[in-house]
């Protein structure tokens, strides 16, 4: 097991090995996060009671949202833990936690059978997870910033992106084959929803191997009490801590917007069938995860700004054209390309968003700096996205959410045209002259 920082002279194919390393166990957490919501669909009657179906998956969006406010703990622990021990050591142990989360919802009984204690075991798996993928977040953005050489930074860190996306893939992927291959929709319901949870604590264990032997990509030989400190972080660094916050702020809801909760929006409120709506956001998926590093290449030629400025104006001018066509279609391929605008859109954002974060902060406070108040972020706004869009329509109110929406990215807008453009002014360069 080999502990060595990668040079700085690496080759092209170093510096790929070392994004594959950080990116696979990436792809397995999220996959993990994201195969409940892909599966909420069919395990909401199982954990909660018999009602509504509206209410039961408000029920189980609550859990997710609440999964979401152990993210800034993550984000905390194991930014500092990167900052102080490495990144390695952030990374493994937090796949080793997402793991143990999945295999908990796994082998939960029923609501049925066990009565409360049913949501409660799940609550707590989803806590543990939402605590392993808060503190991935920062370290993978972080690492992946950290290996990838100058010039070519957006390009390889907008990978984190597409493992990001893959994760959802793979769990929409196996969604589709236990739907249309392996079993009916009644085994499916009662016991195959299961099945997925089992598949991600195993492939862990394949990230975890990886991991293992992963390289650094920064230096902890000379270790500085400051490494990874909040004090440190808020009082030398706060312009930077609030720059993260308004990145992130529009980014990241229009993201679940358009990923998590839609597959919830077109059987809900469009409604399409469940295998259906799961096709159409596996197809939508594949699309924009191969246009990160498309995105992530033009960054690295015209800047980060342009980009985060296009996605800001764009999104403020057609998100509430754009939903509210999707939810007034019965046409699968019309909403499948009302979608697929959303999601190009959304790529100005998604495919820079970490090596934008990383690149306002030095190597010892990094991490904690690019994880903590994107967690904090996401878990305020991010987590409850699905939440009050299911919120609003239950009360009859559903386009509330759109124009909530819109206001987010207003605000995110408002920071990309006063921030300067990170790419002239990145730590990670100046580190590397």
């Known amino acids: 097991m080999t502990t060595n920082q990668i040079p700085l002279n690496a080759s092209t194919s170093w510096r790929l090995k070392a994004i594959f390393t950080g990116s696979i166990g990436n792809l397995v957490e999220w996959y993990d996060w994201y195969a409940y919501a892909a ?70 009984p029923s609501y049925e059978s066990i009565g409360l204690f049913a949501p409660v075991m799940l609550l707590l798996a989803r806590l543990l997870q939402g605590l392993s993928v808060g503190g991935e977040y920062g370290t993978s953005a972080t690492y992946l910033s950290e290996v990838a050489a100058a010039g070519r930074r957006g390009f390889f860190s907008s990978f984190q992106y597409v493992t990001l ?11 589709l084959l236990l739907q249309k291959v392996f079993l009916t929709p009644t085994e499916l319901a009662e016991w195959g929803w299961r099945i997925p949870f089992v598949i991600g604590a195993i492939l862990a264990l394949v990230a975890l191997y990886l991991r293992r032997n992963m390289h650094e ?17 808020f009082s030398k660094h706060p312009k930077a801590v609030l720059t993260v916050v308004g990145l992130t702020l529009g980014g990241t809801i229009a993201f679940y917007t358009y990923t998590t909760y839609m597959q919830k929006f077109l059987v809900n409120t469009v409604k399409l069938s469940k295998e259906h709506s799961t096709l159409i956001s596996f197809s939508l998926m594949l699309i924009y995860a191969i246009l990160q590093p498309f ?24 998100t509430v054209p754009i939903l509210t066509a999707v939810s007034q279609t019965s046409s699968a391929w019309t909403a499948f390309f009302l979608i697929l605008a959303a999601l190009l859109i959304v790529s100005g954002y998604t495919s820079i968003n970490a090596v934008v974060k990383a690149e306002l902060f030095p190597a010892e406070v990094r991490a904690l700096g690019v994880g903590l108040p994107y967690a904090l972020t996401v878990a305020i706004f991010g987590g409850t996205a699905e939440y009050l869009a299911l919120y609003f329509k239950n009360a009859g109110h ?13 605000v995110s807008l408002l920071v990309y045209i006063t921030s300067k453009d990170s790419r002239k002014t990145s730590f990670i360069d100046k580190e590397q002259l």
């Open 39 to 108: 599966f909420a669909l069919y395990f909401a009657p199982v954990f909660f009671p018999e009602g509504n179906s509206t209410v039961q998956l408000l029920n189980t969006a609550a859990v997710f949202a609440v999964g979401f406010l152990m993210r800034p703990i993550g984000g905390w622990l194991f930014g500092s833990i990167a900052d102080r021990q490495g990144r390695k050591a952030a990374m493994t142990l937090s796949v080793l936690l997402m793991s143990f989360g999945s295999l908990m919802i796994a082998c939960t």
């Open 398 to 410: 559903e386009p509330f959410y759109y124009w909530y929406v819109t206001a987010c990215i207003f």
């Open 165 to 175: 996306i893959g994760g959802q893939l793979l769990a929409l992927g196996i969604q």
């Open 295 to 318: 995105f992530g290449w033009l960054s690295d030629k015209i800047g980060r700004k342009p980009l985060l400025i296009g996605f800001g104006v764009l999104g403020t001018l057609f």
């Open 217 to 233: 990509s920064v230096s902890l030989e000379h270790k500085k009490k400051e490494r990874g400190s909040v004090i440190v972080l």
